[in-house]
């Protein structure tokens, strides 16, 4: 492919570039009970990340999203896609994407490494892939397309996994880093996804996070997750329904201590709480944010500080 950038480039460029939301800092979710709390107060969050699929039409929820994007940065976060799939792109949905990425000049678009369905049929989960050769050529096709359609580079994000295929020819991590390097798109980098699946799967989560290249990553994602008993076997499931965990705390700060500040998106999904609490949760991460925020800028004038 032509547009394709050599790994130099793409290992090299700077994640502000594609993320024009500077300084870094922590945002929300715009879910539908939020809407008329937004519209009516006060700026309470960084920036805010809507579904795609959810304002591709017009009427109230488009309405809300043009009057947000006056006072709030936005992300667009497509979930029917399906970049992993087998098949073609739907380019009808393709084409309501640009028609509303175009409209909303988000500051960040991003796309799940996933599956949704196959021509003509749409299946409403997020279906994994297996990490082979022909699966990651496949997925680098479509993102080509996706980003030749849109005119700009997108992000993908890592899945949340429950099962690992025995034909994988590579590890997810390596597998995201090579789609990154080929396309020349950037990485949305889902701690709480890592978390959930290398619990279930039985890797070691700060071993797969040290091993993302900073500058691939131009958003983070922290959710909150649940236990489950199946079997006798406790399965974490990514319901984005809770707090994020402390566990996931801890993976995300060393992150940020490593690559830097990076813009953070709380997702809660299910069992929505009111403005305030998501807002409180956002906050736990714009503290972590402005710490290394200072530590970074300290660095950079010589000012550091007395041990
Ligand atoms: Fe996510």
Request: glycine share 8%; with cysteine; hydrophobic share 40%.
């Amino acid at each position: 492919m032509d547009s394709v950038p050599s790994a130099v480039t793409a290992i090299s460029r700077r994640p502000d570039a594609i993320a024009g939301l500077e300084p870094a800092s922590a945002g929300i979710g715009l879910r539908h009970p939020h809407h008329r709390a937004l519209l009516e107060g006060e700026r309470c969050t960084g920036w805010l990340e809507a579904h795609a699929e959810n304002y591709m039409s017009g009427g109230w929820s488009r309405h809300v999203l043009d009057r947000l994007r006056e006072t709030y940065p936005i992300s667009l976060h497509g979930v029917g896609l399906s970049l992993g799939g087998a098949g073609r792109l739907d380019t009808d949905h393709l084409e309501r994407l640009r028609r509303l990425v175009k409209r909303v000049e988000p500051a960040l678009v991003s796309e799940h490494v996933a599956w949704t369905g196959l021509e003509g049929l749409y299946l409403n989960d997020l279906l994994p892939l297996p990490w082979t050769e022909e699966a990651l050529a496949n997925l680098v096709m479509h993102i080509d397309q996706t980003q030749s359609a849109l005119g700009r580079p997108i992000l993908i994000e890592n899945p949340s996994s429950y099962l690992a295929f025995r034909h994988a020819e590579m590890s997810e991590g390596e597998f995201l880093i090579e789609a990154c390097r080929r396309s020349g798109c950037g990485l949305l980098l889902d701690v709480n996804n890592v978390y959930v699946s290398a619990r279930n799967l039985g890797f070691d989560a700060a071993a797969y996070l040290q091993a993302i290249p900073g500058p691939l990553v131009s958003e983070i994602h922290l959710a909150g997750h649940s236990r489950r008993d199946v079997e006798g076997i406790e399965l974490r499931i990514d319901d984005h329904g809770s707090i994020v965990d402390p566990a996931v705390w801890a993976l995300y700060r060393a992150t940020i201590a490593r690559i830097g500040p990076r813009p953070t998106l709380i997702e809660w999904d299910s069992e929505i709480p009111s403005l305030t609490v998501l807002v409180e949760e956002s906050a736990k991460a714009d503290a972590i944010l402005s710490e290394f925020r200072q530590q970074s800028s300290a660095e950079g004038t010589g000012c550091h500080a007395a041990e």
